[in-house]
């Protein structure tokens, strides 16, 4: 079955740099795209970035200057970092499937919960 | 960058009928489709997809369900209320990359 999992740390220091992993079973990386997706505490959802099937990516116009997605279709992971965190970065972060003629969001990660703080 | 705008929160009651709505501040359609998903979420879990293309029922989602709109207005709607569909619900466009709806928290009267 279709299953995505984040993985990393709980806790960043402000300034430094966020790497998560989503690891992925049941599809291939090269017939879906896979999106990040984060959560602020109460709040609603922020598209973040996407790696399309053929392994070039796209980013909200707001992080592109600090975000960076990529995968190892060998291992069926894709990595998100994020560098310069702020506190305004704490949140859940999700990793989603998109199918490719529709994109919409089929399955989503459990998220994983990130705190930016000293 | 295409914005979608929801109400923040409806109140509704059991039985009855709920309609949620989104507004975006560019047309999503194209070549007959309109890129328009809806997603419910609940405290403490991922979302969940209720409805795509404006109007496809996903897999497992009950009929109650249902989403309507092209263009640049859209609604989704629940009816009849159960108790467990109290629940955030999102709209997203994926006309032009992805962007999310703020978002329509529903509650029980």
């Known amino acids: 079955q279709v299953q995505l999992k984040e993985s990393g740390p709980g806790l960043v220091q402000p300034s430094q740099t966020l790497s998560l992993t989503c690891t992925v079973s049941?599809?291939?990386?090269?017939?879906?795209?896979v999106s990040w997706v984060r959560q602020p505490p109460g709040k609603g959802l922020e598209w973040m970035g996407v790696i399309w099937t053929g392994g070039s990516t796209a980013y909200n116009s707001l992080l592109k200057s600090r975000l960076s997605i990529s995968r190892d279709t060998s291992k069926s992971q894709v990595f998100l970092k994020m560098n310069s965190l702020q506190t305004e970065d704490t949140a859940t972060y999700y990793c989603?499937?998109?199918?490719?003629?529709?994109?919409?969001?089929?399955?989503w990660g459990q998220g994983v919960m990130v705190t930016v703080s000293s | 960058d295409i914005v979608l705008t929801q109400s923040p929160a409806l109140a509704v009651s059991l039985g009855q009928r709920a309609t949620i709505s989104c507004k975006t501040n560019?047309?999503?359609?194209?070549?007959?489709?309109?890129?328009m998903h809806w997603y419910q979420q609940k405290p403490g879990q991922q979302p969940k997809l209720l409805i795509y293309l404006a109007s496809n029922l996903a897999s497992g989602i009950p009929a109650r369900f249902s989403g309507r709109g092209s263009g640049t207005d859209f609604t989704l709607t629940i009816d009849p209320v159960e108790a467990d569909d109290t629940a955030t619900y999102y709209c997203?466009?994926?006309?032009?990359?992805?962007?999310f709806g703020g978002g329509t928290k529903l509650e029980l009267k």
């Open positions: 049941g599809f291939s990386l090269t017939s879906y795209h």
């Open positions: 997203q466009q994926s006309r032009n990359l992805w962007t």
């Open positions: 560019q047309n999503v359609d194209y070549y007959g489709n309109s890129y």
């Open positions: 989603a499937r998109a199918t490719t003629e529709e994109n919409y969001f089929d399955y």
